[in-house]
């Protein structure tokens, strides 16, 4: 369970701030690959989710550790 002090972000907020649709980010909560909740009827991502997410598989393509500067909200 995330902690209650992060802020849980819409689908909308993370497909905006990796540049795909909401659709992409849809297709990835439903596969599993990326974390979600639901929160009053509406999916919720925690910033965590999407830190696992991006180290697990956009970025091992990366040959340093440069990613880590992101700043994700």
Not at 33 to 56: E, K, W
Request: proline content about 4%; cysteine-free.
């Amino acid at each position: 369970m995330p902690n209650i002090e992060e802020v849980m972000h819409t689908i909308k907020e993370v497909a905006t701030y990796l540049k795909v649709s909401e659709r992409t980010i849809q297709r990835l909560i439903k596969s599993g690959q990326l974390r979600a909740y639901t929160v009053g009827g509406q999916r919720r991502i925690p910033p965590a989710a999407l830190r696992r997410y991006l180290d697990s598989s956009v970025l091992d393509n990366l040959d340093d550790d440069s990613w880590r500067q992101l700043d994700l909200f």
